[in-house]
C-alpha cells in the first residue's frame, strides 16, 4: 500500500554534551508523511492491512478533542478508502459542531477528511470497552475494524518495531521514546538491540507505563519515567515552552534552515527530561542516545490558543510547522 511504502527516518543531530562526549541524535519520524506522520502510521499500518483482509470498509476509533490518533486515522483513512468513525471524549463539543470545528483544527482536519463524530460524555467514555458500549456501537454503526484510543494493540507493536534501522542498533547506546499508551515504547523495547537500553518516558501521571508496556514485551531493557514535572497529561509550564522555544532557535542552522520542532504533550517533556539526565550526571561517560520524534505537530496549533487563552508564554515556532 502506498501510504505505507516510506522510507527509514532520517537522523538529526539535536545536541553535544560535556565536550561532545555525549551526543544526541533524533530520529525525524514525524517527516514520514504530511499527514499520518510518526509512530501514528507505524500504528496503524497492520491495522489497516488487517481491515482489509477482514473486508471492512469502517475504522472507527476513539479520542480526545486534539488527538493526534483521531486525526491521523482520519487521514489514513481517507488515504486508505475507509470511512471512519472517532468516539471523541466531551459530549458539549457536539452541541454546536460548527463552533467546535472552528475552533479546533484537529476536529476540522479530521472532519474534512471525512471523519463522523460521536462525542460522548466523560463518564460514557470511560465505558468506551464495556460490553455494553461495544454493543450500543455496533447497533448504531454496523461492521467496522476497532482500533483502541491511541492506537495500541498487538499490530500497532508490529508496526512500531520497524521504527529502528540496523546502523540505529549498531550505533546508539540509549533510545529515548515518549509514551501515552505505551505501543510505541513496547516496540522500541522489542526491536532494541541487547546491549541498548530504551528510557521511556511517559505522558501520564502514576506508575502504571511498566504494566502497559510489559504487556507487549517480555524484555527488562527499559526504564520509565513518569511525568512527575508539569501536572499530568497535556500540562506544561512556562519554563517548558520557554525551553521548547529556544532549543527550535538553536536547531535552526544552515544545514537544517527548518529546525526541529517538538510539541508540548510528548517529545517536549521527552527531550526536556533528557536534557536533565544529562546535566545531573544520570547520563555520563561517552554516550551515543537516539530520541524518537513521534509526531504529534498538527496538536500545536490547539495547544498553543489554550497557552494563549491563559494568559501564559506560547510557542513561537507555529508558522513553521
Known amino acids: 500500500m502506498k501510504l505505507f511504502n516510506v522510507k527509514n527516518a532520517?537522523?538529526?543531530?539535536?545536541?553535544?554534551?560535556?565536550?561532545r562526549a555525549i551526543i544526541v541524535d533524533i530520529k525525524r519520524e514525524d517527516l514520514l508523511?504530511?499527514?499520518?506522520?510518526?509512530?501514528?502510521?507505524?500504528?496503524?499500518?497492520y491495522n489497516i492491512l488487517a481491515a482489509q483482509r477482514l473486508g471492512l470498509?469502517?475504522?472507527?476509533?476513539?479520542?480526545?478533542?486534539?488527538?493526534?490518533?483521531?486525526?491521523?486515522?482520519?487521514?489514513?483513512?481517507?488515504?486508505?478508502?475507509f470511512k471512519t468513525i472517532g468516539v471523541i471524549r466531551g459530549e458539549e463539543l457536539g452541541h454546536d459542531l460548527?463552533?467546535?470545528?472552528?475552533?479546533?483544527?484537529?476536529?476540522?482536519?479530521?472532519?474534512?477528511?471525512?471523519?463522523?463524530?460521536?462525542?460522548?460524555?466523560?463518564?460514557?467514555?470511560?465505558?468506551?470497552?464495556?460490553?455494553?458500549?461495544?454493543?450500543?456501537l455496533k447497533k448504531e454503526f454496523n461492521s467496522f475494524y476497532n482500533i483502541p484510543e491511541g492506537g495500541t494493540n498487538d499490530l500497532a507493536v508490529k508496526g512500531t518495531e520497524e521504527i529502528l534501522t540496523i546502523k540505529d542498533k549498531d550505533y546508539y547506546d540509549y533510545i529515548c521514546v515518549a509514551a501515552g499508551t505505551g505501543g510505541t515504547a513496547a516496540g522500541i523495547i522489542n526491536s532494541a538491540a541487547p546491549h541498548q537500553k530504551v528510557l521511556v518516558f511517559s505522558a501520564l501521571k502514576g506508575?502504571?507505563?511498566?504494566?502497559?508496556?510489559?504487556?507487549?514485551?517480555?524484555r527488562e531493557n527499559f526504564m520509565v519515567f513518569d511525568e512527575d514535572r508539569f501536572g499530568g497529561y497535556a500540562k506544561s509550564s512556562d519554563g517548558l515552552i520557554k525551553f521548547m522555544n529556544g532549543r527550535f532557535r538553536e536547531s535552526v542552522t544552515e544545514q537544517n534552515p527548518k529546525g526541529i520542532p517538538l510539541e508540548p504533550i510528548y517529545t517536549g517533556k521527552m527531550m526536556y527530561r533528557l536534557e536533565h539526565l544529562v546535566k545531573t550526571g544520570v547520563i555520563s561517560g561517552e554516550t551515543r542516545i537516539l530520541a524518537i520524534h513521534t509526531g504529534g505537530l498538527q496538536s500545536v496549533a490547539g495547544y498553543n490558543a489554550m497557552l494563549e487563552k491563559k494568559g501564559k508564554i506560547t510557542l513561537d515556532y507555529i508558522n513553521e510547522i
Open 10 to 19: 532520517v537522523n538529526q543531530r539535536y545536541r553535544e554534551f560535556n565536550d
Open 207 to 218: 506508575d502504571f507505563m511498566f504494566d502497559e508496556i510489559a504487556q507487549y514485551t517480555d
Open 57 to 81: 470498509d469502517t475504522l472507527l476509533t476513539y479520542g480526545g478533542a486534539f488527538s493526534n490518533h483521531i486525526a491521523a486515522t482520519a487521514a489514513a483513512g481517507n488515504i486508505c478508502g
Open 98 to 136: 460548527e463552533k467546535t470545528l472552528a475552533g479546533n483544527k484537529t476536529l476540522n482536519t479530521a472532519h474534512a477528511l471525512g471523519m463522523q463524530f460521536k462525542f460522548v460524555s466523560r463518564s460514557a467514555y470511560r465505558d468506551k470497552y464495556e460490553d455494553f458500549f461495544q454493543f450500543a
Open 33 to 45: 508523511h504530511t499527514q499520518v506522520s510518526g509512530n501514528k502510521l507505524r500504528k496503524l499500518k
